[in-house]
């Protein structure tokens, strides 16, 4: 137990860094959270035209009018809080100026560093920015029972959701070991999670081959399934979050092989 509380307390330590630092930069933070507000109000007029204010008489797919619009603005704040393009970037940044080689010389892995990291950070913009727009979003949009099996299934998929997009963001900054520029594949990333991720409209709303086909790729689980479990979606049931799982464990496998890697050629090139 001693050995097990001795190696996490320098994984907490850059945690509690972060998120002094979302603290310290709050004035950032509440500036994204006015820009989450008015694009969800922009999105409210949308989805209140495209169900042509028929309201909640009218189900689209699964989803009836307040459903689509809880999960658009948990959408927009989920965004914000999760690991996102900034974490690419900054990996991309230290590899190429040379600060990630006094980030080797930290008591701990170099991946489970840049998940601590990325874990405190998503907790600091959590607090000052998505806390208080789920008690107001869950005051005024969607009033629910909030009972232990739904709660849990919301931790596990939101859990899973952070894994996933750790771990594509942060694959993505490392490959500044082997290609130029990876800005191009940040701009994949994004465009696959709008097209195959859900975030551009949920997953209920397409047609069902296409619905069928992308639960399986790990873009939904980064977006999709957590929100789809807010909204009480019945598409995402235990079939789709074991999937996420499985996506969770394959991409975090596949980031500690990519570190390996990529360590390993810079050991090699003599840094």
Known sequence: MERTRHSLRPHLAVARMQIRLSFHYRTRAFSQGVGALLLIGLQAALWTAVYSGA????????????????????????????????????????????????????????????????LGRSVGITALVGLPAALVGGALLLPFDLDAGYALRLALTSAIAFVVLFNLSYMIGLSAFFIRRVEGLNEVREALLLLLGGSMMPISLYPAPLRDLVVWTPF????????????????????????????????????????????????????
């Open 220 to 271: 939904v689980h980064g977006f999709y399934t957590p929100l789809g479990t807010l909204v009480k979606d019945p598409f995402v049931d235990a079939r789709v979050i074991a999937i996420g799982l499985v996506w969770a464990v394959l991409l975090t496998a596949a980031s500690a092989l990519c570190t390996w890697r990529a360590l390993r050629k810079l050991v090699i090139a003599g840094g």
């Open 55 to 118: 309201g909640d008489a009218v189900a689209a797919g699964w989803l009836s009018l307040r459903q689509t619009m809880v999960y658009a603005a948990a959408g927009t704040i989920w965004v914000l809080c999760l690991p996102n393009l900034g974490l690419a970037r900054q990996l991309e940044a230290k590899i190429r100026d040379g600060r990630i080689v006094t980030e080797l010389l930290m008591p701990m892995g170099f991946f489970s560093q840049w998940f601590s990291a990325a």
